[in-house]
């Protein structure tokens, strides 16, 4: 069975930073994308990064040049370093891995930004 689990959750205040950490078990994972989604209250679920098995990365726009996505393919590790944080980044973090054409989901972590 995948598992996701994330740490890192914290509170920051703004022009901080904070490293979120997800480790994946339960499979052999070849061929995927990871990535980290956020959901602010009151508002949809929506992509911050993703990256690939080729590390190939993605950002969304308000996060790219804060943002970085990475991932450590020994440890089923992937992590998203965030610098200069902002009050409107304050979101439940959510880890995601799409792996053999199914979506996996972690229980989320909040980070919270503030002014």
């Known amino acids: 069975q995948v598992q996701l689990v994330e740490s890192g959750r914290g509170l920051v205040q703004a022009g901080g930073s904070l490293r979120l950490s997800c480790v994946a078990s339960g499979g052999i994972f070849a061929f995927y994308v990871m990535g980290w989604y956020r959901q602010a209250p009151g508002k949809q679920r929506e992509l911050v990064a993703t990256?690939?098995?080729?590390?190939?990365?993605n950002y969304e726009d308000s996060v790219k040049g804060r943002f970085t996505i990475s991932k450590d393919n020994a440890k089923n590790t992937v992590y998203l370093q965030m610098n200069s944080l902002k009050p409107e980044d304050t979101a439940v973090y959510y880890c995601n891995l799409y792996w053999r054409t199914r979506n996996y989901w972690g229980k989320g972590t909040l980070v919270t930004v503030s002014s």
């Open positions: 990256i690939n098995t080729v590390d190939n990365t």
